[in-house]
């Protein structure tokens, strides 16, 4: 079923998702894929504690290390602040997003229902606190606007992709708007945070999980990628108050996304 609020079309597909560099030899794929199966089982053994944010961080990173990925970056990606929580905006790339940032600032994610029912992903989400969405139905949208709204004035953050769906590269689509109206609903913070994926310094789309891709064969890519690393680069976050309306706020965010080229720093708060 399509054509609902956050339904998207990509240009992107698994034609998209190339190595930069020689796969590694099946003997390192296979020791991978064992650590990456052993590393989800403790996370899974750990039950409702996986959603203590210092528990959730460590198993994040187990599983990034135990796939071969690097992870260049550092938090926080929520804001400073003793009042709403952060609306954490984020381009969409890959699944392995997701562990990304949780293994740099735990917040729950707001994702597409169909993450719940992933092999490994989807029963990782759950226990993580996942808020799920179903993005085919119209009927949804007002209130997933206004629960996001209740969780930012709580005091709670969440991460949203509003791409809407992935891309092999962060400049893919738009920045949907919906989700922003909640930030400004709830005198919230949004932190842009730019992802980009490479392999030994050089541009890589191999972590792409784009269009009728299936996350098996998207781990089988991920698990045979050499020299792959994930950038988490968070820049400044925009404060409350100061836009007029959810399409600048939009704008705003999706800028200082695209900004980020790969090597630029990664910003922290002092």
Known sequence: MTGGPWDVTPGCGRHCAHHALPPVPAATTALRGAAFAAAVRRALADGGRLT?????????????GALG???????????????PGTLIVANHISWLDIPALLAVDPAPVLAKREVGGWPVVGGLARR???????????????????KLTDILASGRSVVVFPQATT????????????TF????DAGAPVRPVTLTYTQDALPSTVAAFCG???????????????????????HPALPPGRHRDRRELAALARDAVLAAPHN???YQDR
């Open 52 to 64: 203590d944010p210092p528990r959730l961080r460590a198993h994040a990173r187990a599983l990034l």
């Open 69 to 83: 990925v690097r992870l260049d970056g550092a938090g926080p990606l929520r804001a400073p602040s003793t009042g």
């Open 128 to 146: 993580a606190g996942t808020h799920f969405i179903d993005r085919t139905s119209p009927r949804q949208l007002s209130s997933v606007v206004a």
């Open 167 to 178: 891309w092999c590269t962060a400049d893919g689509g738009v920045f949907r708007r919906a």
């Open 181 to 184: 109206q909640a930030a400004l």
């Open 212 to 234: 009728p891709d299936t996350f098996l064969a998207s781990l089988r890519r991920v698990l045979t990628a050499r020299g792959l690393a994930v950038r988490v680069t968070v």
């Open 264 to 266: 630029t720093p990664t």
